[in-house]
């Protein structure tokens, strides 16, 4: 169960049927308010903001920064999520997080083809993975 009416929270999952090769991006909020998105063939990217659950929200600088980045860049190959998911370009707000506050801890990388998770350490656009697990 990924959502709860005793807490008042929210949180954006991300489903992935391998099989099926179905990604699902799930959006929830209190008050047991979701609603369900289904990833195709364009790409998909999600900061920390509501992209398809309709309610009032702040509007976060921070994360409408890195999303209209995301939006901006080349989203077709391994390499250019990677690029993007490292990209340090904008100093105030980064997609990749160095601190003094906000921290990068790593990066998971789902290839479906591969059916492979890879962990990776650091700034993605290195490409160090540090553990790959077989799905």
């Known amino acids: ?37 289904g990833i195709d063939e364009e790409p998909f990217f ?8 309709q309610i009032p929200q702040v509007q976060d600088e921070n994360s409408r920064s890195r999303q209209e980045i995301a939006a901006s860049l080349p989203k077709q190959l391994k390499d ?27 990066t998971a990388l789902f290839d479906l083809d591969a059916r492979s998770l890879s962990v990776i350490e650091g700034n993605p656009k290195e490409g160090k993975i540090a553990h790959v697990f077989r799905l």
Do not use: W
């Open 1 to 37: 169960r990924i959502r709860s009416s005793e807490v008042s929270v929210g949180h954006s999952y991300n489903l992935i049927d391998i099989p099926q090769r179905k990604i699902l991006n799930v959006e929830t909020a209190s008050r047991n308010r979701i609603s369900v998105y």
């Open 46 to 53: 999600h900061a920390n903001m509501y992209l398809h659950l």
């Open 80 to 106: 250019d999520f990677l690029s993007l998911l490292g990209n340090t370009d904008d100093k105030k707000y980064p997609i990749y997080m160095t601190g003094p506050t906000l921290y990068t801890l790593c």
